[in-house]
Protein backbone atom coordinates (compact mmCIF):
# COMPACT_ATOMS: atom_id res chain seq x y z
CA UNK A 1 0.00 0.00 0.00
CA UNK A 2 1.38 3.41 -1.13
CA UNK A 3 2.44 5.77 2.29
CA UNK A 4 1.11 9.16 0.90
CA UNK A 5 2.93 10.66 4.18
CA UNK A 6 6.45 9.98 3.46
CA UNK A 7 8.06 12.78 0.91
CA UNK A 8 10.50 11.35 -1.40
CA UNK A 9 13.12 13.56 -2.83
CA UNK A 10 12.85 14.16 -6.47
CA UNK A 11 15.40 17.18 -7.38
CA UNK A 12 18.96 16.60 -6.82
CA UNK A 13 20.62 18.97 -4.86
CA UNK A 14 22.40 20.88 -7.42
CA UNK A 15 18.65 21.81 -8.48
CA UNK A 16 18.08 22.54 -4.84
CA UNK A 17 20.79 24.97 -4.57
CA UNK A 18 20.19 26.50 -7.75
CA UNK A 19 16.49 27.56 -6.92
CA UNK A 20 17.64 28.78 -3.44
CA UNK A 21 20.37 31.17 -5.19
CA UNK A 22 17.68 32.32 -7.41
CA UNK A 23 14.97 32.59 -5.05
CA UNK A 24 14.21 36.74 -5.27
CA UNK A 25 13.11 37.34 -1.65
CA UNK A 26 11.48 35.73 1.76
CA UNK A 27 8.43 35.96 0.39
CA UNK A 28 6.57 35.33 -3.09
CA UNK A 29 3.58 34.57 -4.57
CA UNK A 30 3.43 31.36 -6.22
CA UNK A 31 2.31 32.77 -9.46
CA UNK A 32 5.31 35.04 -9.49
CA UNK A 33 7.43 31.84 -8.79
CA UNK A 34 5.45 30.17 -11.35
CA UNK A 35 6.58 32.89 -13.79
CA UNK A 36 10.06 33.12 -12.86
CA UNK A 37 10.96 29.34 -12.73
CA UNK A 38 8.40 27.74 -14.42
CA UNK A 39 5.28 25.56 -13.73
CA UNK A 40 7.15 21.75 -13.25
CA UNK A 41 10.42 23.40 -12.39
CA UNK A 42 8.41 24.98 -9.21
CA UNK A 43 6.16 22.33 -7.83
CA UNK A 44 8.36 19.58 -8.57
CA UNK A 45 11.30 21.56 -6.05
CA UNK A 46 8.62 22.61 -3.44
CA UNK A 47 7.81 19.01 -1.63
CA UNK A 48 12.45 18.75 -1.75
CA UNK A 49 12.66 22.03 -0.39
CA UNK A 50 10.18 21.72 2.14
CA UNK A 51 11.56 18.48 3.11
CA UNK A 52 15.01 20.24 3.82
CA UNK A 53 13.13 22.67 5.68
CA UNK A 54 13.83 25.85 3.31
CA UNK A 55 10.86 26.80 2.68
CA UNK A 56 7.00 27.39 3.21
CA UNK A 57 4.19 26.48 1.12
CA UNK A 58 0.87 28.39 1.68
CA UNK A 59 -1.72 26.85 -0.38
CA UNK A 60 -4.49 28.93 1.07
CA UNK A 61 -2.52 32.31 0.41
CA UNK A 62 -0.74 30.97 -2.30
CA UNK A 63 2.64 32.15 -1.42
CA UNK A 64 5.80 30.55 -0.72
CA UNK A 65 8.03 31.89 2.15
CA UNK A 66 11.72 31.24 3.04
CA UNK A 67 12.19 29.84 6.66
CA UNK A 68 14.47 31.13 9.01
CA UNK A 69 16.50 28.13 8.33
CA UNK A 70 16.19 28.56 4.12
CA UNK A 71 17.60 32.14 4.65
CA UNK A 72 20.51 31.23 6.55
CA UNK A 73 20.70 28.69 3.65
CA UNK A 74 21.02 30.70 1.14
CA UNK A 75 23.06 33.11 2.60
CA UNK A 76 25.89 30.22 3.18
CA UNK A 77 25.20 29.62 -0.45
CA UNK A 78 25.86 32.99 -1.70
CA UNK A 79 28.88 33.13 0.42
CA UNK A 80 30.54 30.12 -1.10
CA UNK A 81 30.44 28.16 2.21
CA UNK A 82 28.41 24.61 0.86
CA UNK A 83 30.22 23.05 3.78
CA UNK A 84 27.88 25.38 6.23
CA UNK A 85 25.08 25.23 3.70
CA UNK A 86 25.25 21.67 4.10
CA UNK A 87 25.58 21.88 8.08
CA UNK A 88 21.93 23.74 8.41
CA UNK A 89 20.20 21.03 6.49
CA UNK A 90 21.91 17.89 7.56
CA UNK A 91 19.23 17.95 10.60
CA UNK A 92 15.99 17.75 8.53
CA UNK A 93 17.93 14.90 6.00
CA UNK A 94 18.45 12.36 9.13
CA UNK A 95 14.42 13.59 10.42
CA UNK A 96 13.03 12.17 6.86
CA UNK A 97 12.28 8.73 6.37
CA UNK A 98 13.07 8.18 2.53
CA UNK A 99 16.25 9.39 3.26
CA UNK A 100 17.63 7.61 6.38
CA UNK A 101 16.24 4.83 5.06
CA UNK A 102 18.40 4.79 1.79
CA UNK A 103 21.41 5.73 4.55
CA UNK A 104 20.66 2.40 6.48
CA UNK A 105 20.51 0.36 2.68
CA UNK A 106 24.12 2.06 2.25
CA UNK A 107 25.27 1.35 5.22
CA UNK A 108 24.66 -2.78 4.45
CA UNK A 109 25.72 -2.56 1.03
CA UNK A 110 28.38 0.33 0.88
CA UNK A 111 27.25 0.80 -2.67
CA UNK A 112 24.09 1.67 -4.79
CA UNK A 113 23.08 3.01 -8.39
CA UNK A 114 20.38 5.31 -8.58
CA UNK A 115 18.12 2.65 -10.61
CA UNK A 116 18.92 0.28 -7.31
CA UNK A 117 17.67 3.41 -4.90
CA UNK A 118 14.94 4.53 -7.07
CA UNK A 119 13.72 0.36 -6.51
CA UNK A 120 14.04 0.26 -3.01
CA UNK A 121 12.01 3.37 -2.76
CA UNK A 122 9.06 2.51 -5.37
CA UNK A 123 9.15 -1.23 -3.20
CA UNK A 124 9.41 0.22 0.43
CA UNK A 125 6.93 3.16 -0.04
CA UNK A 126 4.42 1.21 -2.74
CA UNK A 127 4.96 3.75 -5.74
CA UNK A 128 3.90 2.58 -8.74
CA UNK A 129 6.46 4.14 -11.12
CA UNK A 130 6.33 2.26 -14.43
CA UNK A 131 9.13 4.45 -16.45
CA UNK A 132 13.31 3.14 -15.36
CA UNK A 133 13.88 7.29 -15.87
CA UNK A 134 11.51 7.93 -12.70
CA UNK A 135 13.50 5.63 -10.68
CA UNK A 136 16.43 6.93 -11.62
CA UNK A 137 15.12 10.26 -10.90
CA UNK A 138 14.38 9.71 -7.11
CA UNK A 139 17.39 7.64 -6.66
CA UNK A 140 19.92 10.66 -8.06
CA UNK A 141 18.14 13.32 -5.93
CA UNK A 142 18.50 10.57 -2.95
CA UNK A 143 22.35 10.16 -3.73
CA UNK A 144 22.90 13.23 -3.80
CA UNK A 145 21.15 14.40 -0.86
CA UNK A 146 22.83 12.21 1.39
CA UNK A 147 26.62 12.44 -0.34
CA UNK A 148 26.23 17.00 -0.18
CA UNK A 149 25.30 16.47 3.84
CA UNK A 150 28.22 14.21 4.32
CA UNK A 151 26.39 10.33 4.25
CA UNK A 152 28.44 8.99 1.03
CA UNK A 153 29.86 9.86 -2.08
CA UNK A 154 28.08 9.86 -5.51
CA UNK A 155 29.56 9.94 -8.64
CA UNK A 156 28.11 9.07 -11.74
CA UNK A 157 25.16 7.28 -10.73
CA UNK A 158 26.54 5.77 -7.79
CA UNK A 159 26.19 6.16 -4.19
CA UNK A 160 29.28 4.57 -2.66
CA UNK A 161 29.88 4.20 1.71
CA UNK A 162 32.24 7.00 3.41
CA UNK A 163 32.64 10.47 3.01
CA UNK A 164 32.45 12.36 -0.32
CA UNK A 165 35.91 13.28 -1.74
CA UNK A 166 36.82 17.01 -2.06
CA UNK A 167 36.72 17.75 -5.91
CA UNK A 168 38.91 19.76 -7.64
CA UNK A 169 37.74 23.20 -9.04
CA UNK A 170 36.32 23.06 -12.21
CA UNK A 171 37.94 24.85 -14.79
CA UNK A 172 35.77 26.87 -17.45
CA UNK A 173 36.59 26.74 -20.89
CA UNK A 174 38.31 30.09 -22.30
CA UNK A 175 35.58 32.08 -23.91
CA UNK A 176 37.45 35.72 -23.65
CA UNK A 177 40.06 37.13 -25.15
CA UNK A 178 42.84 38.74 -22.81
CA UNK A 179 41.21 42.10 -24.81
CA UNK A 180 38.00 40.95 -23.51
CA UNK A 181 38.71 40.04 -20.46
CA UNK A 182 40.93 43.82 -19.91
CA UNK A 183 37.33 45.69 -21.28
CA UNK A 184 35.22 43.32 -18.76
CA UNK A 185 37.25 44.00 -15.60
CA UNK A 186 37.39 47.65 -16.95
CA UNK A 187 33.67 48.25 -17.72
CA UNK A 188 33.05 46.81 -14.25
CA UNK A 189 35.20 48.97 -12.59
CA UNK A 190 33.30 51.62 -14.02
CA UNK A 191 29.92 50.81 -13.26
CA UNK A 192 30.71 49.80 -9.36
CA UNK A 193 28.26 46.61 -9.31
CA UNK A 194 27.02 44.85 -12.63
CA UNK A 195 23.92 42.59 -13.74
CA UNK A 196 24.46 40.78 -16.68
CA UNK A 197 21.97 42.40 -19.09
CA UNK A 198 23.35 45.82 -18.20
CA UNK A 199 27.06 44.37 -19.23
CA UNK A 200 25.10 42.72 -21.97
CA UNK A 201 23.77 45.81 -23.60
CA UNK A 202 26.93 48.52 -22.37
CA UNK A 203 29.35 45.77 -24.01
CA UNK A 204 27.29 44.50 -27.31
CA UNK A 205 27.78 40.88 -26.12
CA UNK A 206 24.68 37.96 -25.94
CA UNK A 207 24.47 37.83 -22.24
CA UNK A 208 24.58 33.62 -22.87
CA UNK A 209 28.36 34.34 -24.37
CA UNK A 210 29.21 37.07 -21.81
CA UNK A 211 27.94 34.64 -19.27
CA UNK A 212 30.90 32.50 -19.88
CA UNK A 213 33.08 35.37 -20.48
CA UNK A 214 32.61 36.28 -16.79
CA UNK A 215 33.17 33.07 -15.39
CA UNK A 216 36.36 33.44 -16.93
CA UNK A 217 37.31 36.51 -15.16
CA UNK A 218 36.22 35.03 -12.06
CA UNK A 219 38.20 31.75 -12.48
CA UNK A 220 41.26 34.30 -13.17
CA UNK A 221 40.30 35.94 -9.69
CA UNK A 222 39.48 39.07 -11.27
CA UNK A 223 35.63 39.45 -11.11
CA UNK A 224 33.53 38.29 -8.04
CA UNK A 225 29.70 37.67 -7.71
CA UNK A 226 28.73 39.17 -4.20
CA UNK A 227 25.26 38.18 -4.55
CA UNK A 228 23.18 35.60 -7.78
CA UNK A 229 23.35 37.80 -10.58
CA UNK A 230 25.77 40.97 -9.56
CA UNK A 231 29.60 41.51 -10.36
CA UNK A 232 32.10 43.57 -8.78
CA UNK A 233 35.58 43.76 -9.38
CA UNK A 234 38.06 42.68 -6.64
CA UNK A 235 40.75 44.27 -5.34
CA UNK A 236 43.44 42.12 -7.67
CA UNK A 237 41.39 43.00 -10.37
CA UNK A 238 41.65 46.70 -9.82
CA UNK A 239 44.92 46.56 -9.42
CA UNK A 240 45.11 44.63 -13.39
CA UNK A 241 43.21 47.39 -14.84
CA UNK A 242 44.98 50.39 -12.99
CA UNK A 243 46.66 52.63 -15.45
CA UNK A 244 49.27 53.21 -12.99
CA UNK A 245 50.55 49.49 -13.36
CA UNK A 246 49.73 49.53 -17.20
CA UNK A 247 53.95 48.07 -17.64
CA UNK A 248 53.03 45.74 -14.86
CA UNK A 249 49.58 44.38 -16.97
CA UNK A 250 51.39 40.80 -18.25
CA UNK A 251 52.61 40.06 -15.24
CA UNK A 252 49.76 40.38 -13.75
CA UNK A 253 48.01 38.96 -15.84
CA UNK A 254 50.73 36.00 -15.89
CA UNK A 255 50.17 35.66 -11.85
CA UNK A 256 46.62 35.42 -11.96
CA UNK A 257 47.17 32.31 -14.50
CA UNK A 258 48.93 30.87 -12.76
CA UNK A 259 46.83 31.15 -9.66
CA UNK A 260 43.73 30.29 -11.35
CA UNK A 261 42.57 26.57 -11.77
CA UNK A 262 43.99 26.68 -15.42
CA UNK A 263 47.60 26.89 -13.35
CA UNK A 264 46.26 22.60 -13.94
CA UNK A 265 46.42 22.94 -17.58
CA UNK A 266 50.13 24.67 -17.23
CA UNK A 267 51.70 22.23 -15.62
CA UNK A 268 50.47 19.07 -17.77
CA UNK A 269 52.29 21.52 -20.70
CA UNK A 270 55.53 21.48 -18.58
CA UNK A 271 58.50 20.56 -21.18
CA UNK A 272 56.08 19.71 -23.76
CA UNK A 273 55.78 21.17 -27.38
CA UNK A 274 51.77 21.01 -28.68
CA UNK A 275 49.74 23.09 -31.34
CA UNK A 276 46.49 24.52 -30.68
CA UNK A 277 44.39 21.81 -31.61
CA UNK A 278 46.41 19.85 -29.11
CA UNK A 279 45.97 22.16 -26.12
CA UNK A 280 42.74 22.42 -27.27
CA UNK A 281 42.06 18.87 -26.21
CA UNK A 282 43.85 19.02 -23.32
CA UNK A 283 41.62 21.28 -22.59
CA UNK A 284 38.21 19.64 -23.43
CA UNK A 285 39.53 16.22 -21.06
CA UNK A 286 40.08 18.64 -18.12
CA UNK A 287 37.02 21.01 -18.40
CA UNK A 288 35.03 17.61 -19.14
CA UNK A 289 33.73 19.42 -22.07
CA UNK A 290 31.33 17.77 -24.31
CA UNK A 291 32.76 19.15 -27.69
CA UNK A 292 32.23 17.11 -30.52
CA UNK A 293 33.28 19.42 -32.96
CA UNK A 294 36.52 20.03 -34.21
CA UNK A 295 36.30 23.46 -34.71
CA UNK A 296 35.19 24.00 -31.07
CA UNK A 297 38.40 22.05 -30.00
CA UNK A 298 40.51 24.27 -32.49
CA UNK A 299 38.72 27.44 -31.15
CA UNK A 300 39.22 26.63 -26.99
CA UNK A 301 42.81 25.67 -28.07
CA UNK A 302 43.87 29.23 -30.13
CA UNK A 303 42.13 31.36 -27.32
CA UNK A 304 43.95 29.54 -24.37
CA UNK A 305 47.32 29.90 -26.57
CA UNK A 306 46.21 33.90 -26.55
CA UNK A 307 46.09 33.37 -22.81
CA UNK A 308 49.56 32.08 -22.45
CA UNK A 309 51.23 34.65 -25.14
CA UNK A 310 49.55 37.19 -22.91
CA UNK A 311 51.18 36.29 -20.35
CA UNK A 312 54.53 36.24 -21.68
CA UNK A 313 54.61 31.69 -21.12
CA UNK A 314 55.06 30.82 -24.65
CA UNK A 315 58.06 30.33 -26.87
CA UNK A 316 57.56 29.32 -30.54
CA UNK A 317 59.51 26.00 -31.54
CA UNK A 318 58.52 26.51 -35.34
CA UNK A 319 55.50 26.96 -36.94
CA UNK A 320 52.38 26.70 -35.56
CA UNK A 321 54.02 24.29 -32.54
CA UNK A 322 54.74 26.10 -29.19
CA UNK A 323 56.24 25.34 -25.63
CA UNK A 324 56.18 27.11 -21.98
CA UNK A 325 59.23 29.60 -21.00
CA UNK A 326 59.67 27.39 -17.78
CA UNK A 327 61.43 30.32 -15.99
CA UNK A 328 58.54 32.56 -16.66
CA UNK A 329 55.94 29.86 -14.80
CA UNK A 330 58.66 30.13 -11.56
CA UNK A 331 59.11 33.39 -11.60
CA UNK A 332 55.51 34.05 -12.13
CA UNK A 333 54.79 32.07 -8.87
CA UNK A 334 56.05 34.80 -6.81
CA UNK A 335 54.05 37.85 -7.49
CA UNK A 336 56.07 41.12 -8.70
CA UNK A 337 53.64 43.99 -7.61
CA UNK A 338 53.08 44.64 -4.51
CA UNK A 339 50.15 47.13 -4.17
CA UNK A 340 50.66 49.96 -1.23
CA UNK A 341 46.87 50.99 0.32
CA UNK A 342 46.26 54.87 -0.65
CA UNK A 343 44.48 56.83 1.03
CA UNK A 344 41.21 56.20 -0.33
CA UNK A 345 41.66 52.45 0.79
CA UNK A 346 42.09 53.76 4.23
CA UNK A 347 39.13 56.25 4.06
CA UNK A 348 36.89 53.42 2.52
CA UNK A 349 37.69 51.29 5.46
CA UNK A 350 37.17 53.75 7.94
CA UNK A 351 34.02 54.49 6.32
CA UNK A 352 33.19 50.15 6.36
CA UNK A 353 33.90 50.04 10.05
CA UNK A 354 31.55 53.58 10.88
CA UNK A 355 28.66 51.60 9.27
CA UNK A 356 29.11 48.36 11.24
CA UNK A 357 29.72 50.35 14.28
CA UNK A 358 26.05 52.43 13.54
CA UNK A 359 24.05 50.86 11.60
CA UNK A 360 21.06 48.25 12.24
CA UNK A 361 20.45 46.98 8.05
CA UNK A 362 21.85 43.80 8.06
CA UNK A 363 22.46 44.08 4.04
CA UNK A 364 24.54 47.32 4.68
CA UNK A 365 26.49 45.67 7.44
CA UNK A 366 26.88 42.53 5.26
CA UNK A 367 28.34 44.51 2.72
CA UNK A 368 30.54 46.66 4.91
CA UNK A 369 32.15 43.53 6.56
CA UNK A 370 32.76 41.85 3.58
CA UNK A 371 34.77 44.75 2.21
CA UNK A 372 36.54 45.08 5.66
CA UNK A 373 37.69 41.09 5.04
CA UNK A 374 38.73 42.21 1.32
CA UNK A 375 40.45 44.73 2.65
CA UNK A 376 42.76 42.54 5.43
CA UNK A 377 43.19 39.88 2.96
CA UNK A 378 44.84 42.50 0.96
CA UNK A 379 47.64 43.67 3.47
CA UNK A 380 49.99 41.71 5.76
CA UNK A 381 49.10 43.81 8.85
CA UNK A 382 46.14 42.34 8.90
CA UNK A 383 46.51 39.23 8.29
CA UNK A 384 45.74 37.96 12.00
CA UNK A 385 42.75 39.99 12.04
CA UNK A 386 40.95 37.66 8.52
CA UNK A 387 40.20 34.47 10.60
CA UNK A 388 38.33 36.15 13.58
CA UNK A 389 36.46 38.24 11.14
CA UNK A 390 35.51 35.25 8.94
CA UNK A 391 34.71 33.38 12.13
CA UNK A 392 32.13 36.59 13.29
CA UNK A 393 31.30 37.34 9.78
CA UNK A 394 29.22 33.78 9.98
CA UNK A 395 27.94 34.18 13.34
CA UNK A 396 27.12 37.38 12.33
CA UNK A 397 24.68 35.48 9.02
CA UNK A 398 22.91 33.85 11.77
CA UNK A 399 22.45 36.27 14.34
CA UNK A 400 21.99 39.14 12.41
CA UNK A 401 23.42 41.99 14.93
CA UNK A 402 26.43 43.94 14.02
CA UNK A 403 27.61 43.82 17.65
CA UNK A 404 29.76 40.37 17.50
CA UNK A 405 32.75 42.85 15.19
CA UNK A 406 32.92 45.53 17.97
CA UNK A 407 36.20 43.81 19.32
CA UNK A 408 37.25 43.36 15.56
CA UNK A 409 37.01 47.11 14.62
CA UNK A 410 38.98 48.14 18.08
CA UNK A 411 41.52 45.89 16.98
CA UNK A 412 41.51 46.99 13.58
CA UNK A 413 42.26 50.36 14.82
CA UNK A 414 44.86 49.76 17.45
CA UNK A 415 46.88 47.68 14.49
CA UNK A 416 46.57 50.91 12.66
CA UNK A 417 48.14 52.78 15.30
CA UNK A 418 45.36 55.15 16.38
CA UNK A 419 41.95 54.96 18.26
CA UNK A 420 39.00 56.46 15.84
CA UNK A 421 39.85 56.91 11.84
CA UNK A 422 38.23 59.99 10.05
CA UNK A 423 34.73 60.08 9.84
CA UNK A 424 34.44 57.08 12.05
CA UNK A 425 32.73 57.56 15.71
CA UNK A 426 31.48 55.31 17.93
CA UNK A 427 28.18 55.30 19.69
Known sequence: MEDADVVIPYVRIDQVMEFMKK??????????????????NVYNALPTLQL?????????????RLTDLGEKFKSALVTG???????FIKNHVDQSQALSFVKALLERKASLSILDIGRELAFRYGKKWNNPLTYKTYGAASASILSFVGYGNYTKGILRKGTARAQEERISPPYAGFKKIVTIVETIKTMGEADLHTLSEKLKTKESRLGSEIKNCIDLGFVERPVPGRFTVTEFGKNFVDPLNKDEIFNLFREALLKSPFSRVIRLLSNKVFDDEGLGEILKHHTGGKWLKSKTILSHGKKFLGWLNSAKLLEKV???KYRLKSEMVKTAEKPKLERVPSLT?????????????????????????????????QEKTFSTIVDLLEEHYKLFLDLKDARIFSADIKLIEKTLGFENLEGHDHE
Open 23 to 40: FPSKEMLIGELLDQFGKS
Open 52 to 64: LGLCEHDKKGQFV
Open 81 to 87: DEKRAAD
Open 318 to 320: ERG
Open 345 to 377: DYFNLGKMMGILSSSIDFEKNKHAVEKIIEFCK
